[in-house]
């Protein structure tokens, strides 16, 4: 589905009656099965986005809209990858992926099928029965993306998944994530402050200004889907983002 | 420790302290009597009882105190004060409230455990993992997913920690309470051997009260544990 964020702002209030501004008048679109990258600064409000892309919270001024209709959590999916996977440790990989389709209302007899589909296409289909400590760091993300897709979203919301491990970890988790990427039906928000990874990953790039955050500059990739992270596309595009960022 | 215990025997006369032997022969004589088993009987039921009660009020105390700050501010101090009030005050106290009744040894056992156990629930709930939490949030998973799921694992562990507590409490509640005031159960036999300068018994009754708290410990806490943390043991092996 079609993600709409029209002038969207944001802000907290902090003690003594002052607003904190994080959001200001943020508006972007995303194609429906769309990739869009959100790279901005740490701390400049991209978590408030997922937040608001969730439904957690309200947002002060603008709309957002899902398939035409005005974002509601009891009518569309979201599914959400947090920065650390935040799976149940006492249950079972399957058990995790479990736990999502029964909070959607999934019948039981579709669990077999559907975890076994998510789990294969993120790789982890003989790993079903292993508890969530069992695997490495990377492989539990890849885990909670599983979670994420089995209750079939209507958008995806990942937030900085590979920030916490190490270089090398992290590029075998996106090289992977590029693998199946074709294959996820979902519209995706993919939050980073990553400029390569956004090069790598995304077809549209949205560079978000230091708090409060506005959308600076967005760039579409045209380089396909395919591509390798050493593409000179790649290095190019990451080069501008990160000129955009303010950064160089 | 039996060698420890028999070294040091013979060194003073068997008035002040007998040899393993020695007790170990008067340990099998009362086990057979059946008296025995009656008084342990009684008193494994008091401890239970006064735990059940005081494990019960707890939990509903500190996960509320972990979850309200309203809860907090209102419970907080009295759990502080409850804590710092030795055992044998409430013994005494409880002896001259209930006099020689049932009573006395549940409700010593109840305020001498409870403060302690409620301050386990406390913490334990206060540490629950708020990611998590956010995470079923956003999920949209029920409430009552969220416990059985959610929360509930992550207290058993406090759970079982607490009955361990409790039930080490209990046993020093309940034996000081039979001393003070009651005609049954393992605390009056050994005020009683006390009484008749049996040193042999005394200690008999001691070390026989001492076997079964192992023989519990190693029976059902152990196993319990060991079934409830399976997915973190996985790790290790």
């Given at each position: 589905m079609r993600l709409e964020v029209l002038d969207v702002s944001k802000g907290f209030r902090r003690g003594a009656g002052r607003l904190l501004p994080v959001l200001d008048h943020v508006t972007f679109r995303v194609e429906p099965r769309g990739f869009a990258c959100l790279v901005g600064p740490s701390g400049c409000g991209k978590s408030t986005i997922l937040n608001l892309l969730a439904g957690l919270i309200p947002p002060d001024g603008g709309v957002i809209r899902i398939g035409g209709r005005e974002l509601d959590r009891r009518s569309h999916r979201i599914g959400y990858v947090f920065q650390r996977p935040r799976l149940l440790n006492w249950r079972t990989v399957r058990q995790n992926v479990e736990f999502a389709l029964r909070a959607d209302g999934v019948p039981a007899d579709e669990w077999r099928v559907r975890v076994y589909d998510v789990l294969a296409l993120v790789g982890l289909e003989q790993f079903a029965d292993e508890y969530p400590l069992t695997l490495s760091g990377g492989m539990q993300q890849r885990v909670a993306i599983a979670r994420a897709l089995a209750i079939a979203p209507d958008v995806l919301l990942i937030d900085e998944p590979f920030s916490h491990l190490d270089e090398l970890t992290a590029r075998t988790q996106r090289r992977e994530l590029r693998r199946f990427r074709d294959q996820i039906e979902a519209t995706v928000v993919f939050v980073t402050h990553n400029a390569l990874e956004a090069a790598y990953l995304a077809d549209r790039v949205y560079v978000l200004s230091a708090r409060p955050a506005r959308i600076t500059t967005e760039f579409t990739i045209e380089a396909p889907r395919t591509r390798e992270i050493d593409d000179p596309y790649v290095i190019d595009t990451q080069r501008a983002v990160l000129k955009a960022l303010g950064v160089e | 420790m039996l060698v420890?215990?028999?070294?040091?025997?013979?060194?003073?006369?068997?008035?002040?302290?007998?040899?393993?032997?020695?007790?170990?022969?008067?340990?099998?004589?009362?086990?057979?009597?059946?008296?025995?088993?009656?008084?342990?009987?009684?008193?494994?039921?008091?401890v239970v009882a006064g735990f059940v009660l005081a494990f019960v009020v707890s939990v509903a105390a500190g996960t509320l105190m972990g979850a309200r700050r309203l809860a907090e501010g209102v419970f907080e101090p009295w759990v502080l004060v409850g804590l710092t009030i030795p055992g044998l005050c409430w013994v005494v106290l409880a002896v001259m409230w209930f006099g020689i009744t049932e009573m006395t040894p549940v409700f010593a056992i109840f305020v001498v455990v409870l403060p302690m156990l409620t301050l386990n629930m406390w913490q334990g709930t206060k540490g629950l993992d708020r990611d998590l939490l956010e995470m079923a949030r956003v999920f949209r998973v029920p409430w009552s997913s969220v416990m059985r799921d959610v929360v509930l694992p992550q207290l058993l562990p406090l759970c079982l920690a607490g009955v361990r507590m409790g039930f080490a409490l209990g046993w020093k509640v309940v034996v000081l309470s039979e001393m003070f005031g009651l005609s049954s159960g393992v605390g009056s036999m050994i005020n009683r051997s006390f009484s008749a300068s049996s040193m042999d018994d005394v200690l008999a009754w001691t070390v026989g009260f001492t076997l079964v708290m192992f023989v519990f410990e190693y029976a059902v806490m152990l196993p319990a544990e060991r079934r409830l943390v399976r997915w973190r043991q996985v790790v290790r092996a």
């Open positions: - | 420890l215990w028999a070294m040091i025997a013979a060194f003073l006369p068997p008035t002040l302290l007998p040899g393993p032997a020695v007790v170990g022969v008067r340990l099998a004589e009362l086990m057979g009597t059946g008296d025995f088993w009656l008084h342990l009987r009684v008193t494994v039921q008091r």
